[in-house]
Nanobody, 118 residues
Framework: QVQLAESGGGLVQAGGSLRLSCAAS????????MGWYRQAPGKQRELVAA??????NYADFVKGRFTISRDNAKNTVYLQMNSLKPEDTAIYYC?????????????WGQGTQVTVSS
């Protein structure tokens, strides 16, 4: 079953903005962390940003441009991407970590394509 629903990807010009959303199913309980990774063709998947409680973590290459946020009531994480660059082009994957009674779970979305043209 699809437990993470991603949206918001698309094609934009350099300098433009996109807002990614990832809604976790209510069947996913005890979320401790939500975040975004990306993978470009021929490259490894890499962390973009993550949020755990009130703590956030950003990759150096997006600091000052991207903002991660979370709406606990909607079980949704967002990634506001501003000042996009062609090198931001990749498939962006939502990632969720859960922990319940010391049992840790990892969930990945299907990915949403972000393409930035020059």
């Amino acid at each position: 079953q699809v437990q993470l629903a991603e949206s918001g990807g698309g094609l934009v010009q350099a300098g433009g903005s996109l807002r990614l959303s990832c809604a976790a199913s209510e069947s996913i309980d005890s979320i401790t962390s939500m975040g975004w990774y990306r993978q470009a063709p021929g490259k490894q998947r890499e962390l973009v940003a993550a949020i755990s409680g009130v703590r956030t973590n950003y990759a150096d290459f997006v600091k000052g441009r991207f903002t991660i946020s979370r709406d606990n009531a909607k079980n949704t994480v967002y990634l506001q991407m501003n000042s996009l660059k062609p090198e931001d082009t990749a498939i962006y994957y939502c990632h969720v970590v859960t922990e319940l009674q010391f049992r840790v779970g990892n969930y990945w979305g299907q990915g949403t394509q972000v393409t930035v043209s020059s």
